[in-house]
Nanobody
Framework: QVQLAESGGGLVQAGGSLRLSCAAS????????MGWFRQAPGKEREFVAT??????????AEYADSVKGRFTISRENATMVYMQMNSLKPEDTAVYYC???????????????WGQGPQVTVSS
């Protein structure tokens, strides 16, 4: 059974930092993209960042324009992905979902596995 287990959400003041972690299990993820989406109250889920497999132990990082320069996604191995979030803004408040897709992917419909989603709340 495939599982994506996230951790690291919470409450932080504007300008602060949080780090999200996601551990994947239940199948081989070596050539899978692993990334993050988020959904704010009353809004649709949106792409945040992803790491796509390029070659053995090499991954391509891609970001939404809204988080470039503030968020950093990293892949420790085939099954662990992290996202360091700095300079957080109130508009970053959302449920953040870890997701996995076969190959390179930035569209929600391309992702087949999803985590439960930790809440990130940024107060002003």
């Amino acid at each position: 059974q495939v599982q994506l287990a996230e951790s690291g959400g919470g409450l932080v003041q504007a300008g602060g930092s949080l780090r999200l972690s996601c551990a994947a299990s239940g199948r081989t993820f070596s050539n899978y993209a692993m990334g993050w989406f988020r959904q704010a109250p009353g809004k649709e889920r949106e792409f945040v960042a992803t790491t796509s497999w390029v070659r053995t132990s090499a991954y391509l990082a891609e970001y939404a324009d809204s988080v470039k320069g503030r968020f950093t996604i990293s892949r420790e191995n085939a099954t662990m992905v992290y996202m360091q979030m700095n300079s957080l803004k109130p508009e970053d408040t959302a449920v953040y979902y870890c997701a996995a897709a076969n190959g390179r992917a930035t569209l929600e419909r391309q992702y087949e596995y999803w985590g439960q989603g930790p809440q990130v709340t940024v107060s002003s």
